[in-house]
């Protein structure tokens, strides 16, 4: 296996507050990568740095060698990193199939004048752009819900789409912040299977949860944070029998 | 009933105009919640790079068919202004990008002095009169006039919203403004260059612009470095009318504005009994402005709250 993403003593503070204090992990490439905490432990704040809505204070983050702290959030993800949100933030006024559409505009080239003249190159990119965009509506299970309003879709949806949204700009890694929160055991059963079959097809799988149960179940290998440091990493078992771990879940006895 | 017809034309001729000026200020609105209160003196430069371009092709070359004239002076006068667009953003706002809203809004005003001031000092002072090229004719329809020129005028503002509509609904660039629109910081996460997407819109805007600005002067057969001024608020007042941010509205508003005003101007004398005459026209668009804010404050098709600015 080799390391896809290398966070490397990671710290980030507002103001007083050390909100990551020299965070370091490593993502292997084909992995289901858990990040669990309490919260408030800067599992959010992580992410931030990791996509670039923070700069970091310190440290470095990188992507298969490349940089990513304090890149703009579009050549993030032009590198080969998405992410979902923890609260739904889809493009609610466009249809569900166009926020979709818009996941593939990092992965296609026609500009201002492209739009204006509309040669031939630009209706066939327009047109691939579409037809990616229904596939992958198709994987997530969305096949049929393309001309609805994002903001019309069922809740399970909306997340699914998000999922879809992240998949038009062909991540290498895919971080999912809560994927499964507010769901039921079936819909989150459902949404377990749909994260296997994105590794089967080559998606590297970063999970922010705080359902310990389902990242137990899910993930190759878990790391720990509490109060903005890695208290612990490893598989699911080991991490789970940790005392630190425990403490910080049920309090220190 | 003439009257009535005739005012109806000239309404759709100037609100066609007041919409294209409209749609500059929508879509910066609707991508940063700015009002570009400088956007209605980039028109007035479009009209004096053009009136200026018009006045070099025919000193060099007399022969050409006025419309070529004309055409070339547009053709100069699009690509000055969307620079000028351009320029205005990556100076004036892109760096106050995180500022308090106001610091922006003052700036443009400031911009918007700016400019005029410039305009006053290159071009003067003085009405520059826009020369008789454009092709004359008169028609009759039910009693009221129509020129040659107000159908193109009309014709040329109807394609390019089309073009316009088409362009945000269907492409991957308006893809990308609307998505920026909505939720700028969601945009980029997705892997939108927002700087490059806000900076086609102004270059968009500005270029709508300069064709109202050629279109105006040649309309009234006049240009003047404080003729954005007006032109500017009445425009503004068509986006907010419609539903600022939205551009649909800024379509329908610019019409509406234009029938009113031209409504109301024929009008007013019969109905004041001759005590306020067609000069107060400019109040109409303002009285339909506070009339809308106190009714309907997100505008006609605004669903979003306009009470922000």
Redesign the interface.
């Known amino acids: 296996m080799t390391a896809l993403l290398t966070v490397e003593n990671v710290t980030k503070r507002f103001g007083g507050v050390h909100a990551l204090e020299a965070v370091s992990l490593t993502v292997q490439a084909g992995e289901i990568y858990g990040l669990i905490g309490p919260n408030g432990a800067g599992k959010t704040t992580l992410f931030n740095c990791m996509t670039g809505l923070y700069t970091v204070s310190a440290g470095e983050i990188r992507l298969e060698g490349h940089p990513l702290h304090n890149r703009k959030p579009h050549q993030i993800v032009a590198r080969g990193f998405a992410r979902t949100f923890q609260n739904i933030r889809l493009f609610a006024n466009m249809t569900a199939l166009e926020n979709v559409m818009v996941g593939r505009h990092v992965r296609s080239g026609a500009g201002v004048l492209g739009a204006v003249l509309r040669g031939a190159g630009t209706r066939a990119e327009e047109a691939a752009i579409r037809e990616r965009a229904q596939q992958l509506m198709a994987f997530v299970g969305l096949g049929r819900k393309g001309r609805a309003l994002a903001s019309h879709l069922a809740y399970g949806d909306q997340r699914r789409l998000e999922i879809a949204r992240a998949l038009a700009t062909e991540p290498r890694l895919l971080a999912l912040d809560e994927p499964v929160a507010g769901m039921n055991p079936t819909e989150r059963r459902q949404m377990g299977e749909l994260f296997q079959r994105l590794r089967d097809a080559g998606v590297t799988l970063l999970l922010i949860e705080h359902d310990v149960k389902l990242v137990m179940g899910l993930c190759d290998r878990v790391a720990v944070l509490d109060y903005g440091r890695k208290i612990a990493e490893g598989g699911a078992l080991q991490v789970q029998q940790d005392p630190a771990v425990i403490a910080a879940y049920l309090g220190a006895a | 009933m003439d009257i009535f017809v005739q005012q109806l034309i000239n309404g759709l001729v100037l609100g066609s105009i007041y919409a294209l000026v409209a749609l500059g200020y929508t879509m910066v609105y609707g991508i940063l919640e700015l009002i570009n209160f400088a956007h209605g003196e980039v028109t007035m430069i479009g009209a004096m790079v053009a009136l200026a371009a018009i006045g070099l092709i025919m000193g060099a070359a007399p022969e050409l068919p006025g419309l070529v004239i004309v055409l070339g002076g547009v053709l100069v006068a699009i690509p000055a202004c969307m620079l000028l667009g351009f320029s205005i953003e990556r100076l004036a706002y892109r760096p106050l990008r995180r500022a308090p809203r106001l610091a922006p809004l003052i700036t443009a005003i400031g911009i918007s002095i700016v400019l005029q001031n410039v305009a006053m000092l290159v071009w003067g002072r003085q009405y520059i009169a826009f020369p008789p090229l454009l092709p004359q004719g008169r028609h009759e329809i039910l009693g009221a006039h129509i020129t040659d020129l107000q159908i193109f005028i009309v014709l040329l503002s109807v394609a390019i919203m089309l073009?316009l509509w088409f362009?945000v609904r269907?492409?991957?660039?308006?893809?990308?403004m609307?998505?920026t629109a909505?939720?700028r910081?969601?945009?980029?996460?997705?892997?939108?260059?927002?700087n490059t997407v806000i900076s086609?819109t102004f270059?968009?805007g500005s270029a709508l612009a300069a064709i109202a600005g050629v279109m105006v002067s040649a309309y009234y057969g006049l240009a003047h470095y404080y003729m954005g001024f007006m032109l500017g608020l009445k425009a503004f007042s068509a986006a907010v009318l419609g539903g600022i941010g939205n551009i649909a509205g800024a379509m329908l508003g610019g019409f509406l504005l234009g029938v009113v005003e031209a409504l109301g101007a024929g009008y007013i004398g019969d109905l004041t009994g001759g005590f306020l005459g067609s000069h107060y026209q400019d109040v109409f668009a303002f009285f339909v402005l506070i009339l809308v804010l106190v009714f309907r404050p997100s505008g006609l098709l605004g669903e979003r709250v306009a009470a922000r600015a």
């Open positions: 073009g362009t269907k492409t991957r660039l308006g893809r990308a609307r998505a909505q939720s910081e969601v945009a980029e996460l997705m892997g939108v260059n927002v086609a270059l968009i």
